[in-house]
């Protein structure tokens, strides 16, 4: 398992774009770092451990599935054998809400695999021309002819930060999680808030989302948790 996590930008605060230091036993031991990679010991996480993904998603086409048929880097121009688009501007659920602050996502299984890819989609339909019946996917996309993809959207109830609540640490205890924050829509210098301090819970979160195993994880809210083997 492997996963990679931005840092925060930290120039209005230090100085520095992104401010990152580790004190250890080696000679390098509190210097000014720009990334750091941390190798856990093994068994810390058990063999028959799987990652926890959780969401904010909603199915557009509830448990379908369709093929893209003709596509280029991170375009996907046909689906099914019709254009890519169709399946946006045709879908009632989506168009519906009637709200840019709707965020569309894939999901894309290639040919021969079982690793499941997860993509925004930065733009399509409602163009005219050649372009217009296009989908384009995040840059880091590289679709394969053949490949399964289902589609959902995070609507904007779902994409902006939610009321905190305590009732759900219990989910994280004796875990590692890491998360894609929320949007803030507003500053609240309220400090009132008492401090609250929760044993065997480690969480990162990132406004850049992270990658683990591969995958992009860049949805408001979304997180992948790892739990851990339990000290005998």
């Known amino acids: 398992m492997e996963l990679k996590l931005n840092l925060a ?47 904010n998603w909603t199915d557009l086409y509830p448990g379908t599935s369709f093929k893209v048929t ?27 809400i009637g709200s840019k602050e709707t965020e569309v996502f894939v999901k894309i299984k290639k040919p021969n695999s079982t690793k499941v890819e997860r993509f925004k ?45 305590d009732d759900e640490v219990a989910q994280f205890t004796n875990a590692f999680t890491f998360t894609n924050s929320y949007e803030e829509t507003s500053y609240n210098e309220n400090t009132d808030e008492s401090q609250h301090i929760y044993e065997n819970v480690f969480g990162a979160g990132s406004e850049q989302g992270f ?5 992009k994880h860049n949805s408001p809210g979304e997180s992948v948790s790892l739990k851990l083997e339990k000290k005998k």
């Open 211 to 215: 990658f683990f195993n591969d995958v």
């Open 121 to 165: 989609v930065t733009a399509g339909g409602g163009g005219w021309g050649a372009k217009a019946d296009i989908i384009a996917l995040s840059p880091e996309a590289k679709l394969v002819k053949g490949s399964e993809i289902q589609f959902f959207m995070v609507t904007p109830e779902d994409r902006y930060l939610p009321n905190h609540n």
């Open 70 to 96: 003709n596509c280029v880097g991170n375009l996907l121009k046909s689906i099914d054998n019709n254009p890519a688009a169709k399946y946006l501007e045709e879908n009632k659920k989506l168009m519906s």
């Open 9 to 55: 930008n930290t120039v209005f605060s230090t100085g520095s774009i992104i401010s990152l230091f580790y004190f250890g036993n080696g000679l390098n031991s509190g210097q000014h770092l720009c990334d750091l990679e941390i190798s856990l010991p093994r068994g810390l996480i058990p063999r028959h451990s799987s990652a926890v993904v959780k969401d």
